[in-house]
Structure formats: C-alpha cells, structure tokens
C-alpha cells in the first residue's frame, strides 16, 4: 500500500472517529500536542491502525508514534514486513 493511502487512511481514522477536523491532520501534526488527543483516544487510535491495516502494533512500539507521519511510516514498514 502506497504511502499517501496510508496517510488518508490514518486522516480518515482521526477525523471519522475522534472527530478531529481534517484540516488539522497534517504529516507533522503531534497526535498528543497538536491534535489534542489523550491517553484513551490514543489507545482507541492504534486499535483502529492494527484493525484497518491488519497489524500488530506492540505497546513499545506504539509509545514512539507520536506524530501522524511518525504513524505512516512504521504502519508502511510493518506492511511490507509482512
């Protein structure tokens, strides 16, 4: 899967189930910082990526995503591991 249709899915997830406005949905946006998003959103969020993308995403891991290109470029990776 190409990069940018990672990118819209991951844009798609934030805006269709955390209600973040996509114009906020940037490649640098902080998920925490920028995008407003706590604890639970976030818990809620990478289930949403191991679900959408058909990964596993491990706590360790996930602890280190903390931007939306941060997120597209370890789902990428992940995908092409598999």
Do not use: H
Not at 37 to 44: C, F, G, R
Not at 61 to 68: F, G, I, P, W
Not at 70 to 76: E, G, H, L, M, T
Request: proline letters at 4%; hydrophobic letters at 40%.
């Amino acid at each position: 899967m190409p990069k940018e249709e990672i990118q819209k899915a991951i844009t798609n997830i934030l805006v269709e189930k955390l209600g973040i406005a996509r114009s906020e949905v940037t490649p640098d946006a902080s998920f925490i910082k920028d995008l407003g998003i706590d604890s639970l959103d976030y818990a809620e969020l990478v289930m949403e990526f191991e679900q959408n993308f058909n990964i596993r995403i491990p706590d360790m891991d996930a602890e280190k995503l903390s931007t939306v290109n941060q997120a597209v470029k370890y789902i990428n990776e992940k995908m092409n591991e598999a």
